[in-house]
């Protein structure tokens, strides 16, 4: 995504400003100095925040239970805090088009609600924006790009060290469509931006209750005589 917003900043018609934030979550054994290495060889500015998240969510998350929740508030409220902080009008996150299928049926099949997450989005508060620059790339396609640019790879020990993630069992679900019918990952995104809410069943975003008949049939005695 950095090398993405960069091209963009030596040739798109607007100008921006730019700068790579990473939240050091001290993890055991995360390699603190790879990410600094490699932004100090492309020489841009950026912000390495330490916070022990790790621990916390290790505390807080039950038995049994995924740590992605309470790890992924964590890690957004320490963003938005020092988004406000270096006075950032834009977060940019790192989100592609097979995160937001999957959170999609995440949402289906274990909170009942038709939602995944949107390219641009305004925060809770109207204090940040945050967009997804690779939204509509596949995740394929982004590990082939990085392979390609050699870039560094710190895995996650958090949700790394968990086994059965219902993401990965949602994960592996439409890698299985992909071999059976390709292009069935990119449709189920296409249908995200083609919603007809007159044909789902939600009643706040359509008016099912005051559906009439916009023409008046007549009787059928009527019909027969005319």
Not at 54 to 77: A, F
Not at 121 to 138: E, M, N, Q, W
Request: with cysteine; aromatic share 8%.
């Amino acid at each position: 995504m950095l090398d993405v917003l960069r091209s963009l900043q030596r040739n798109a018609p607007v100008q921006f400003t730019l700068f790579a934030l990473n939240l050091d979550q001290k993890q055991p054994g995360f390699p603190a100095d790879v990410l600094p290495r490699y932004l100090d060889e492309l020489d841009v500015e950026y912000h390495i925040v330490e916070e022990d998240t790790y621990s916390i969510v290790k505390d807080l998350t039950p038995e049994g239970k995924t740590y992605c929740p309470i790890c992924s508030r964590l890690r957004r409220g320490i963003l938005y805090n020092r988004a406000s902080a270096l006075g950032a009008t834009k977060i940019a996150l790192g989100h592609h088009l097979d995160d937001a299928v999957e959170t999609l049926f995440l949402n289906m099949f274990f909170g009942g609600k038709l939602k995944s997450m949107p390219p641009k989005l305004l925060s809770d508060d109207g204090a940040h924006v945050v967009i997804r620059p690779l939204y509509y790339v596949r995740e394929r396609d982004v590990a082939r790009y990085s392979r390609y640019r050699q870039h560094p790879i710190i895995p996650c020990r958090l949700c790394g060290s968990q086994e059965n993630m219902q993401r990965q069992v949602v994960k592996d679900m439409c890698k299985q469509w992909d071999e059976i019918q390709p292009g069935r990952v990119e449709n189920i995104a296409r249908a995200m931006r083609n919603v007809v809410p007159s044909h789902l069943a939600d009643p706040d975003l359509f008016n099912f209750a005051d559906l009439e008949p916009r023409l008046r049939l007549l009787p059928v005695s009527e019909r027969t005589a005319g």
